[in-house]
């Protein structure tokens, strides 16, 4: 009995606060249901991590995500005006509007703008106050794309990186629009109305980090002079350019991609693509009659819908270096006048590729023929098949729906892509 009697009290004692356990637990239970409110506002001792304090502050035509407490959306709601903007916002979403001013009084507190996207309005170029954007010492991103500008703006802040004005009525670029830009990476002028004068003398040299500069569907008739050392990404499809000068790619060195579709382009000076470190070359839908030097570093060559009836594989690579070959992976030749397919002499002097794709071949204007092989694809791995499988099924797609791209944004490089 001595021993059992201190067991009979442990027992009871840990029954006891077993019961009082439960007994609490669903007390606080009826508490969290009845004042959610107050109790889950408590902050614990244990989880409590400090947060920095941003202002719930939002206009009221807009939305303010608790997620991206920075970012302010006043996209798609038929504003006519720009709310008053919180000092705390980075990021603006105004576009698909019907916005047609640009006032300060909208900016006065908006120190910390970074991005602004005003595209898909109907802004024109006196209807944005006299230099509203400069005071923005912050902004390193504009989008004004589809409105109704007739000139770029300026001035613009000197921290600006990302200039998208495409898909305007820019006819004009001022002596001092361009003043100040060093540190933008990516102009973009698509679908505008500018001509080969307002380009030149307009000193997009000066622009000393430009890497990509959109000039397509424009009314360009030669090829823009005086860019930058700095560019890679060249985009001047759907203009009316007729010759490309000796040597002009000299003073353009780290060019990777260039795209001329669409021109007027008769011929090419042989070396004009000599370059180290070009990939990608559109010169589809010109009027191209011979081939010319490939690069090296070439990948990717775009013929389609030239007047080519030969394609002479010793132009394009008069010798053979077993120790550097060339890359060329892919080459695009239909809607030409081929007759019968490239030379095997191009698989060693160029061991890549992986397709030609040759489609339909033009006899006369009216007659269109395909050659016994339409599509060229060398001996591949499973993945690397799979891989070839899905590029000529996008370049199909493309083909289909060329006409239909013309002077949309797909035309032209992506601007966040680059």
């Known amino acids: 009995m001595g021993i059992l009697n201190p067991l009979l009290t442990l027992s009871l004692v840990f029954g006891a606060s077993v019961f009082c356990q439960y007994d609490v637990d669903e007390f606080e239970d009826e508490l969290d249901n009845e004042y959610p409110s107050v109790f889950h506002l408590i902050p614990s001792v244990e989880y409590d991590v400090p947060y920095p304090a941003i202002p719930a502050e939002c206009a009221k035509e807009c939305f303010c995500p608790p997620a991206f407490p920075r970012s302010m959306y006043c996209d798609h709601r038929k504003l006519r005006t720009i709310p008053s903007i919180p000092s705390h916002v980075q990021q603006l979403y105004l576009q698909y509007n019907e916005i047609e001013a640009v006032l300060l009084k909208s900016f006065v507190n908006a120190t910390a703008l970074r991005e602004i996207n005003l595209g898909h309005n109907k802004i024109k170029s006196d209807m944005i106050e006299s230099g509203i954007f400069a005071k923005l010492s912050n902004l390193v991103q504009l989008h004004l794309e589809h409105n109704l500008l007739e000139e770029i703006p300026f001035p613009l802040p000197r921290g600006l990186e990302r200039l998208i004005l495409g898909f305007n009525k820019i006819s004009r670029i001022s002596a001092q629009a361009l003043e100040g830009l060093e540190n933008v990476t990516m102009l973009d002028l698509c679908n505008n109305n500018l001509i080969d004068s307002e380009i030149k003398g307009k ?216």
């Open 203 to 418: 000193h997009f040299s000066s622009m000393r980090n430009l890497m990509q500069i959109n000039l397509c569907s424009n009314r360009l008739q030669s090829m823009p002079p005086e860019l930058p050392f700095s560019l890679m990404y060249l985009a001047l499809e759907n203009n009316s350019i007729s010759f490309i000068p000796n040597n002009y790619f000299q003073e353009l060195p780290k060019i990777i991609a260039l795209r001329l579709s669409n021109n007027n382009l008769h011929e090419v000076p042989y070396n004009a693509f000599n370059l180290s470190n070009l990939v990608e070359l559109n010169l589809g839908h010109n009027k191209l009659q011979k081939v010319f030097y490939i690069p090296r570093s070439l990948q990717h060559i775009y013929l389609e819908d030239n007047d080519i009836e030969v394609i002479n594989i010793t132009l394009m690579c008069p010798s053979i270096d077993p120790l550097n070959f060339k890359h060329l992976t892919y080459i695009r030749v239909d809607q030409n006048k081929l007759t019968a397919p490239i030379s095997t002499y191009a698989f060693f002097c160029f061991p890549h590729i992986r397709s030609i794709y040759y489609g339909e071949q033009k006899i006369s204007s009216n007659q269109r023929t395909q050659l016994r092989t339409p599509v060229f694809r060398r001996y591949l791995t499973p993945e690397e098949y799979d891989e070839a499988e899905e590029n000529h099924e996008a370049e199909e797609n493309y083909e289909d729906q060329d006409q239909d791209h013309r002077g949309r944004d797909e035309d032209y490089f992506d601007t966040y892509l680059y």
